[in-house]
């Protein structure tokens, strides 16, 4: 890994303690103990594209491994409506693919639905259709999706339930 490589994700580092809000006093520990870390158990990065999001993983952890040393709690502060979760966005341009692989009445009302974002009953009213049957496509086509992602996907989640790390499932790649 060159200089320039280096500095970068020290940057990033440095962007994303300062995001998490961690007192500044304990960022170059932190870091220095990140650097270490990542040195250690660089094997274990799936993929150099997850890079960054891995590095999350490893300050997230590291900065709650000192406070607990401490012995203090510490949470994450709420996320503003601008700032994702990178797994998260993989995971959702994955699912509107599956979408896509759906039969054809499931597909449109899921398009239209989850995509497009037409309430339930604006479908129904649109194509004629009785409500009980649109939430039934719906429910449908989302269990369908859901045992597609939990069949076929790797998927490694934080404590709050964001995607860290997920492998794609066959039917999309």
Request: glycine share 2%; charged share 30%; aromatic share 8%.
């Amino acid at each position: 890994m060159n200089d320039s490589w280096q500095l970068k994700l020290y940057n990033d580092i440095e962007l994303y303690l300062r995001k998490i809000k961690v007192a500044a006093e304990i960022t170059q520990d932190i870091r220095q103990d990140v650097f270490l870390k990542a040195h250690q158990y660089i094997d274990t990065l799936k993929s150099e594209e997850k890079l960054l999001s891995w590095l999350r993983v490893i300050v997230y952890n590291s900065v709650i491994d000192h406070y607990r040393k401490k012995g203090k709690n510490f949470q994450l502060p709420d996320q503003n409506e601008e700032e994702y979760n990178e797994g998260n966005v993989y995971l959702l341009k994955c699912i509107s693919l599956l979408i896509k692989t759906l039969p054809d009445e499931q597909k449109e009302v899921m398009e239209a639905i989850e995509l497009n974002g037409i309430s339930q009953t604006q479908f129904a009213k649109m194509h004629n259709l009785p409500l009980s049957t649109v939430k039934s496509r719906v429910q449908r086509a989302k269990k369908k999706i859901n045992d597609t992602v939990k069949n076929s996907c790797f998927l490694r989640l934080d404590k709050y339930g964001n995607v860290t790390d997920y492998v794609p499932p066959k039917e999309i790649m």
